[in-house]
């Protein structure tokens, strides 16, 4: 997934489409989508939680990146 150059809003617009999407694939009992959906979801998260930190330490918040999925799957909740 790339998104790299966005503001906070279109981070926030791409995880309402995802949400979207992901009540689709479980709607038509789609796993295999749900579960990259999810990923997406994650990395979206995590950018902007990147971004807030950044921001909070007084650095340039477009610094953020997508991390790899298995980055963002690894986190313990």
Known sequence: ?????VNDDEILAKIHDLVSQERDAT???????RRRI???LD????LLRQRE???DAGKNPDEAQVRP???VEGYLQ
Do not use: K, S, T
Not at 43 to 46: A, H, K, L, S, Y
């Open 69 to 71: 999925e298995g980055e």
């Open 27 to 33: 709607n038509h009992g789609d796993p295999e989508r």
């Open 43 to 46: 990395q979206c998260w995590d």
């Open 1 to 5: 997934m790339r998104i790299r150059g």
């Open 53 to 55: 930190g950044l921001r």
């Open 38 to 40: 999810e990923v997406a």
